[in-house]
């Protein structure tokens, strides 16, 4: 009697007090939610050009089973999906993290790899096939260093937290735009509930959960004009490596921003192959390295704008001041003879004249009058040692000293002259300069005021002119640099780039490099009288800035005057052969609208 009421009592409170928990119980073994992916906001540029876009994919994923019942479906799968011992112990590790969600076996999976899983899926329990958003990058490498790419969040990320609101599987952006707003473009992920047997086999889709309807991502619309970015890639030198950079100096935003050589995005999607990912990571142009915004390089001859503005607001020199001694291809100072890059030298010339010809023994002398504190002091005021604050990850600091102490500190009290001074006058020593920051301080002098706003990619971001560098340069003073600066295009260093039909002011530069030839310099804006486009260029081994500037010009005069049969044909600077590393051979070039990579 005693057992029977036992189990009388049990059952009584199994079948009648424990009916709700147990029914409960029931329908969550019977109803597994699976996640339905937000599609990803589209990035667009500033005509609505689409930069990132999205196309129907097919995502391959199993319910959340025991260990032994993973392994034994994956290893059936294997040979429809392309499954080795290495990426199934892989999707075992998934599993351990997130045992309550469907595990990801392949993303992007092609339609024949589907049908082929459809056809027997009574051999695969838990099996889910979804359309899911499918990256795309229609233009491919021209606009890599820009869009960026996607991948998969890691265990890492998801343990740390460091991306706000990443479920496990989510693709999240790595550079680029898709980094810097990924948490704009993600969307919200919807759910949606399955009907499983006891065996964990698909009965029906019951259907979307109530209120958790897949939001998509926002839509970023950029800055970038994409044919004047086509125009640049067209135009900058085959096998080349370097970057170009077009800013509106009103606005501050970026028109085009190219670094060369380039990588296509779209070998990220669904997953690089790890060969490929190997080999883009140790080839030795560095394909991944965004020139524009991480490239530091030394400044040349474009950086004596800057040491010609910190004399003329300090009251040293006027335009039209003569230095001691006439440039006659080099000086002596102390027991050092430095030279000029013209051998027979300038003459006796004015501060007008030595801007048009890049004099360097004119600028060797007013660096000395200007003097190494005030040149550090206003360098940094100038913003030489900051970053630009552009909306991009990843931006470079250039490298300029604070003051003194920095040389005291790398080469002891005792181990360095006031010879640093002379090449800071020129752009070279200590002072390494990335081409957005140049551009920046471009953008100043093409300012009357002597400020510039801050650089942005994005057009719903705000015009920023709080807080940005400041010439402290009178306008009459600014107009007198800019017509120096005509003078240098018209007649000076950078004659052969000139265009008749435009006003341009420009600089060349060479900076020493001691890896192989020098690189090339020239920054430009225009119209002259009114600039609406600032443009720099910084090619690698590219030997002299007068090669790299018509380049330059015709980049601005395909922007300002529009559509040209004569521009229509770019200016193409063509690198000797061993003159820098090749490019990666399986790397594509940028895709065209319609058409496959060239």
């Given at each position: 009697m005693i057992v029977l009421g036992t189990i009388l009592v049990t059952f009584f409170r199994l079948q009648v007090l424990g009916t709700h928990e147990f029914a409960i119980q029931s329908e969550q073994n019977r109803l597994r939610p699976v996640t339905i992916p937000a599609p990803r906001g589209l990035i667009v540029d500033r005509n609505g050009n689409v930069l990132a876009d999205n196309i129907p994919g097919f995502t391959i994923s199993l319910l959340g089973a025991s260990r032994d019942s993973l392994l034994a479906t994956l290893q059936r799968m294997a040979g429809i999906v392309g499954l080795d011992s290495a990426r199934i112990q892989g999707i075992l590790q998934s599993d351990r993290r997130n045992a309550e969600d469907q595990v990801v076996v392949r993303r992007d999976a092609p339609f024949t790899m589907v049908s082929a899983l459809e056809e027997r899926r009574e051999a695969f329990p838990g099996l889910v096939i979804q359309s899911e958003p499918k990256r795309q990058y229609p233009y491919g490498g021209l606009v890599a260093h820009i869009v960026g790419y996607v991948n998969e969040i890691t265990e890492p990320e998801l343990r740390r937290g460091t991306i706000e609101g990443a479920r496990f599987g989510a693709l999240v952006g790595r550079t680029g735009i898709e980094r810097e707003y990924d948490h704009r473009l993600r969307g919200i992920d919807g759910r949606r509930l399955l009907e499983v047997d006891a065996l964990g086999r698909t009965v029906r889709e019951i259907g979307i959960v109530p209120g958790s309807e897949a939001r998509p991502g926002e839509?970023?619309?950029?800055?970038?004009?994409?044919?004047?970015?086509?125009?640049?890639?067209?135009?900058?030198?085959v096998n080349g490596s370097g970057a170009v950079l077009a800013m509106d100096p009103r606005t501050g935003d970026i028109l085009a921003m190219y670094s060369a050589p380039s990588f296509d995005p779209n070998l990220f999607v669904g997953g690089v192959d790890p060969a490929v990912w190997r080999a883009i990571r140790t080839a030795a142009n560095n394909p991944m390295f965004n020139r524009a915004l991480q490239g530091r390089y030394p400044p040349a001859s474009p950086w004596k704008l800057a040491v010609a503005s910190m004399a003329l607001k300090r009251g040293i020199v006027t335009m039209q001041s003569h230095m001691p001694t006439p440039c006659h291809g080099g000086m002596v100072y102390g027991n050092r003879y430095f030279r000029c890059w013209r051998a027979k030298g300038h003459g006796d010339i004015t501060l007008a004249e030595a801007i048009q010809h890049s004099c360097d023994v004119y600028f060797y002398q007013l660096g000395l009058q200007v003097g190494l504190e005030n040149l550090l002091a206003d360098g940094v005021q100038y913003g030489f040692n900051q970053p630009t604050g552009v909306d991009l990850p990843s931006e470079a600091t250039s490298l300029f000293p604070a003051s003194r102490a920095y040389f005291d500190q790398e080469y002891g009290p005792r181990g360095w002259t006031s010879g640093v001074t002379l090449n800071l006058a020129i752009g070279q020593g200590e002072n390494s300069q990335t081409l957005l920051n140049m551009v920046r301080f471009y953008a100043m002098l093409a300012n009357d005021t002597g400020r510039a706003p801050r650089p942005r990619m994005t057009l719903d971001r705000p015009v920023d002119r709080t807080g940005v560098p400041d010439l402290g340069l009178d306008p009459a003073h600014i107009l007198q640099l800019r017509q120096a600066l005509v003078s240098v295009v018209d007649r000076g260093t950078a004659v052969a780039s000139r265009i008749a039909s435009l006003r341009i002011a420009g600089k060349t530069?060479?900076?020493?490099?001691?890896?192989?030839?020098?690189?090339?310099?020239?920054?430009?804006?225009?119209?002259?009288?009114?600039?609406?486009?600032?443009?720099?260029?910084?090619?690698?081994?590219?030997?002299?800035?007068?090669?790299?500037?018509?380049?330059?010009?015709?980049?601005?005069?395909?922007?300002?005057?529009?559509?040209?049969?004569?521009?229509?044909?770019?200016?193409q600077l063509r690198m000797p052969a061993d003159s820098a590393p090749a490019p990666v051979p399986f790397v594509p070039d940028s895709v065209r609208r319609g058409g496959a990579g060239r």
């Open positions: 839509t970023i619309r950029t800055t970038i004009d994409v044919e004047l970015q086509d125009f640049v890639e067209r135009s900058f030198p530069g060479t900076a020493q490099n001691p890896h192989g030839d020098d690189h090339g310099w020239f920054i430009a804006f225009a119209p002259a009288d009114n600039p609406a486009i600032v443009v720099g260029a910084i090619v690698e081994y590219g030997k002299h800035g007068s090669a790299v500037a018509p380049m330059v010009t015709r980049i601005i005069a395909r922007h300002l005057l529009g559509d040209d049969p004569v521009l229509d044909r770019p200016f």
